[in-house]
């Protein structure tokens, strides 16, 4: 089973509108981290945000926000006033505090922002 | 510079010939990773280590090998590459393991076998 799900695989927005991206994860453990990184067309891998499993305050930074629900296991990620430079392939991880030394990312989701 | 370096960034080889990816990193980081990053299947993790000697397999293991013999290096060698190991590999290493760090990226090798 997919323990990251990205069930987004392209978004399409106009310049300025808002989005958010979906990402819901399954795991048993009780300690767990979540993650964001963004893969722009050039192709690096540049981390976002960490979230310990303990810690559901959401999080906000410059127009980019998320939501950490653990009753819904999801950690949802919003563009406020999407820019062009945020077009890029976005992946959510998982990493599992107690069972295992593994990271598990999703498939990804790719942003278009249309000017 | 803090970073992760990968050698070679792209290379074409045909099936059954060994390679060897070198990945390093200067941070003084205790876990090391490799993962491969193909269309619609995201990144999968092939093998981690999380410190000198301690390696362990991911989620997609066959066909690669890996050793930590020094704390900066973490080589990914395919004994006998095969065309659906076609792909792009990331190597990443952070301070230590179980997520407690980030994972820093190297830039990826694009890999094609024929």
């Known amino acids: 089973a997919q323990k990251v799900t990205q069930a987004q695989t392209e978004i399409s927005v106009v310049e300025k509108e808002d989005v958010t991206l979906d990402c819901v994860y399954e795991?048993?453990?009780?300690?767990?981290?979540l993650f964001w990184y963004k893969q722009p067309p050039s192709g690096e891998l540049v981390f976002l945000i960490r979230?310990?499993?303990?810690?559901?305050q959401n999080e906000i930074s410059g127009r980019y926000s998320w939501n950490f629900q653990k009753s819904t296991s999801s950690f949802n990620f919003t563009i406020t006033a999407s820019q062009v430079v945020d077009s890029a392939v976005y992946f959510c991880?998982?990493?599992?505090?107690?069972?295992?030394?593994?990271?598990?990312f999703g498939t990804g989701t790719s942003l278009t922002v249309i000017p | 510079e803090a970073q992760v370096t990968q050698n070679p960034r792209y290379l074409i080889t045909v099936t059954g010939k060994k390679l060897t990816v070198t990945c390093s990193q200067n941070?003084?980081?205790?876990?090391m990773s490799w993962y491969r990053q193909d269309p619609g299947l995201g990144l999968r993790q092939i093998y981690y280590?999380?410190?000198?000697?301690?390696?362990d397999k991911g989620d997609v293991p066959e066909g690669y090998k890996v050793s930590r013999k020094e704390k900066r290096n973490f080589p990914l060698i395919l004994e006998s590459p095969s065309p659906n190991q076609t792909s792009l590999y990331f190597c990443?290493?952070?301070?230590?393991?179980?997520?407690?760090?980030?994972?820093?990226f190297g830039p990826g090798t694009r890999l094609t076998v024929l």
């Open positions: 941070m003084n980081h205790e876990y």
């Open positions: 795991t048993r453990d009780t300690t767990y981290y």
């Open positions: 990443a290493s952070s301070l230590r393991g179980q997520g407690y760090n980030e994972q820093f």
């Open positions: 991880a998982l990493s599992e505090g107690q069972l295992g030394n593994q990271f598990y």
């Open positions: 280590s999380m410190n000198v000697e301690v390696t």
């Open positions: 979230r310990n499993s303990f810690d559901e």
